[in-house]
């Protein structure tokens, strides 16, 4: 049923839909479509930006509370850090921001504070293969030249993975990833037709062509993740749409699961 849904909406969609879906019960993926093409990451890319940093504070003894200093050509739109016109903040800040409201500047004050090089090569040591930072947020200049933030949904699959069985961190760490994670503000995809009051450690993403959203859904006593990645996308409104319905189709097929009737 569930199958037979996905493939009548991504047949019938006039963007092209990056799907995957994993059953953290049975560590199946149950559902793809897509999900090795790289693709502009959007927002997306910081989840490993913030999972990066994390990393960097564990094995350094790092204070979440220590002040950054934010330096004005980090300053950008779409930022409630650039609205209060601050200059220093935590660095707990900085994530929370950079994540549960996509803060722009928060995420190029956190680029900045380990450098794309040894962001980079995190990702490759913790096996995203096709994921990498490249430019900064709102640096649309450099975008131009070919250089842009990249991933794909088996990344980001294996990245979310991760960071549910708590194999990158360590407890405490991982503990506080997934509150941050958990404390998303956007809820225009993955949420938009899900009724219950369902728990998801998720992060958005889009740009004028690209509408994303991925994470971890705690749905009941059956764990999963799904991600949705649209591009090539002349409307973000119903990209939006397509991604609330076919998240809405994997939650009926998990939740009929666990009652048995499916």
Known sequence: MMHEQLDRIIAQCP?????????????DIVWKSRDEEIFSSASII??????????????TDGN????????????????????QGQTRATLHELLLWMTITSDNTATNVCIDLLGMDA??????????????VQRK???????????????TARDMQHLFRQIYRGTLLTKEWNSVALDILSRQRSHESLKRYIVDD????????????????????????RDYFIGV????????????QTIGTISKIVYDHFTKLEEGLD
């Not at 910081?46 to 094995?59: G, N, R, S, Y």
């Not at 369902?198 to 006593?221: N, P, R, S, Y």
């Not at 990645?229 to 939006?240: S, Y």
């Open 64 to 83: 979440l509370n220590r002040i950054c200093e934010i330096a004005p050509e980090n300053m950008v739109d779409f930022s409630v850090i650039t609205e």
């Open 137 to 151: 947020m709102m640096d649309f200049e450099r975008q131009k030249l070919g250089f842009d933030n990249e991933t």
């Open 198 to 221: 369902v728990k998801m450690a998720h992060k958005t993403g889009g740009l004028d062509a690209v509408d994303h959203d991925a994470g971890i859904i705690f749905a009941k006593e």
């Open 119 to 132: 962001i980079n090569n995190y990702f490759k040591e913790i096996g995203l293969h096709n994921t990498r």
């Open 46 to 59: 910081k989840v490993p930006i913030l999972i990066a940093i994390l990393a960097h504070l564990q094995k």
């Open 229 to 240: 990645f649209i591009t090539e996308v002349t409307d973000n409104e119903n990209a939006r």
């Open 15 to 27: 963007y092209k839909i990056h799907v995957i879906v994993e059953d953290y019960n049975t560590n």
